[in-house]
């Protein structure tokens, strides 16, 4: 099976970003998810609530997050969409292997903030996975 065959990115659509995401933690592919990501773009860390810049930011950020072998479900719930920028809102969960060998288990309500590309992809401007539900 080619690549193109088994993985979903660019973002064509705002909603795009979520499986996007989601497969990029299901391969350990930290730069597949640093590319959705804005130059620009600010994370809210999901493990402590801390707020991250800039793609080098957010790759030292999450990193860690890749070494539990992370398995990630979002399901989007709403979208509002007008002139090149998105607020999509998802349900997520992320589940993997802690340290210690137990199960880490990470969940909530998030919205991303995407903007269209001069390409017509879509990018990743602000990323809060912890907004209240």
Wanted: aromatic content about 4%; cysteine-free.
């Amino acid at each position: 099976m080619a690549a193109q065959d088994t993985f979903p990115g660019p973002a064509r659509t705002p909603e795009a970003i979520h499986a996007i995401l989601a497969d990029a933690f299901g391969r350990g592919d930290l730069d597949a998810l640093v590319d959705l990501y804005d130059e620009d773009a600010a994370l809210v860390v999901p493990t402590d609530g801390r707020i991250v810049r800039g793609r080098t930011e957010i790759r030292a950020a999450t990193a860690p997050v890749f070494a539990a072998s992370p398995r990630l479900t979002s399901v989007v719930e709403r979208k509002l969409e007008s002139d090149g920028l998105a607020l999509t809102q998802a349900r997520w969960e992320l589940v993997g292997t802690a340290a210690d060998g137990g199960q880490m288990r990470l969940s909530g309500h998030g919205a991303i903030v995407s903007r269209r590309r001069p390409d017509g992809t879509w990018g990743v401007v602000l990323d809060d996975p912890l907004t209240p539900s």
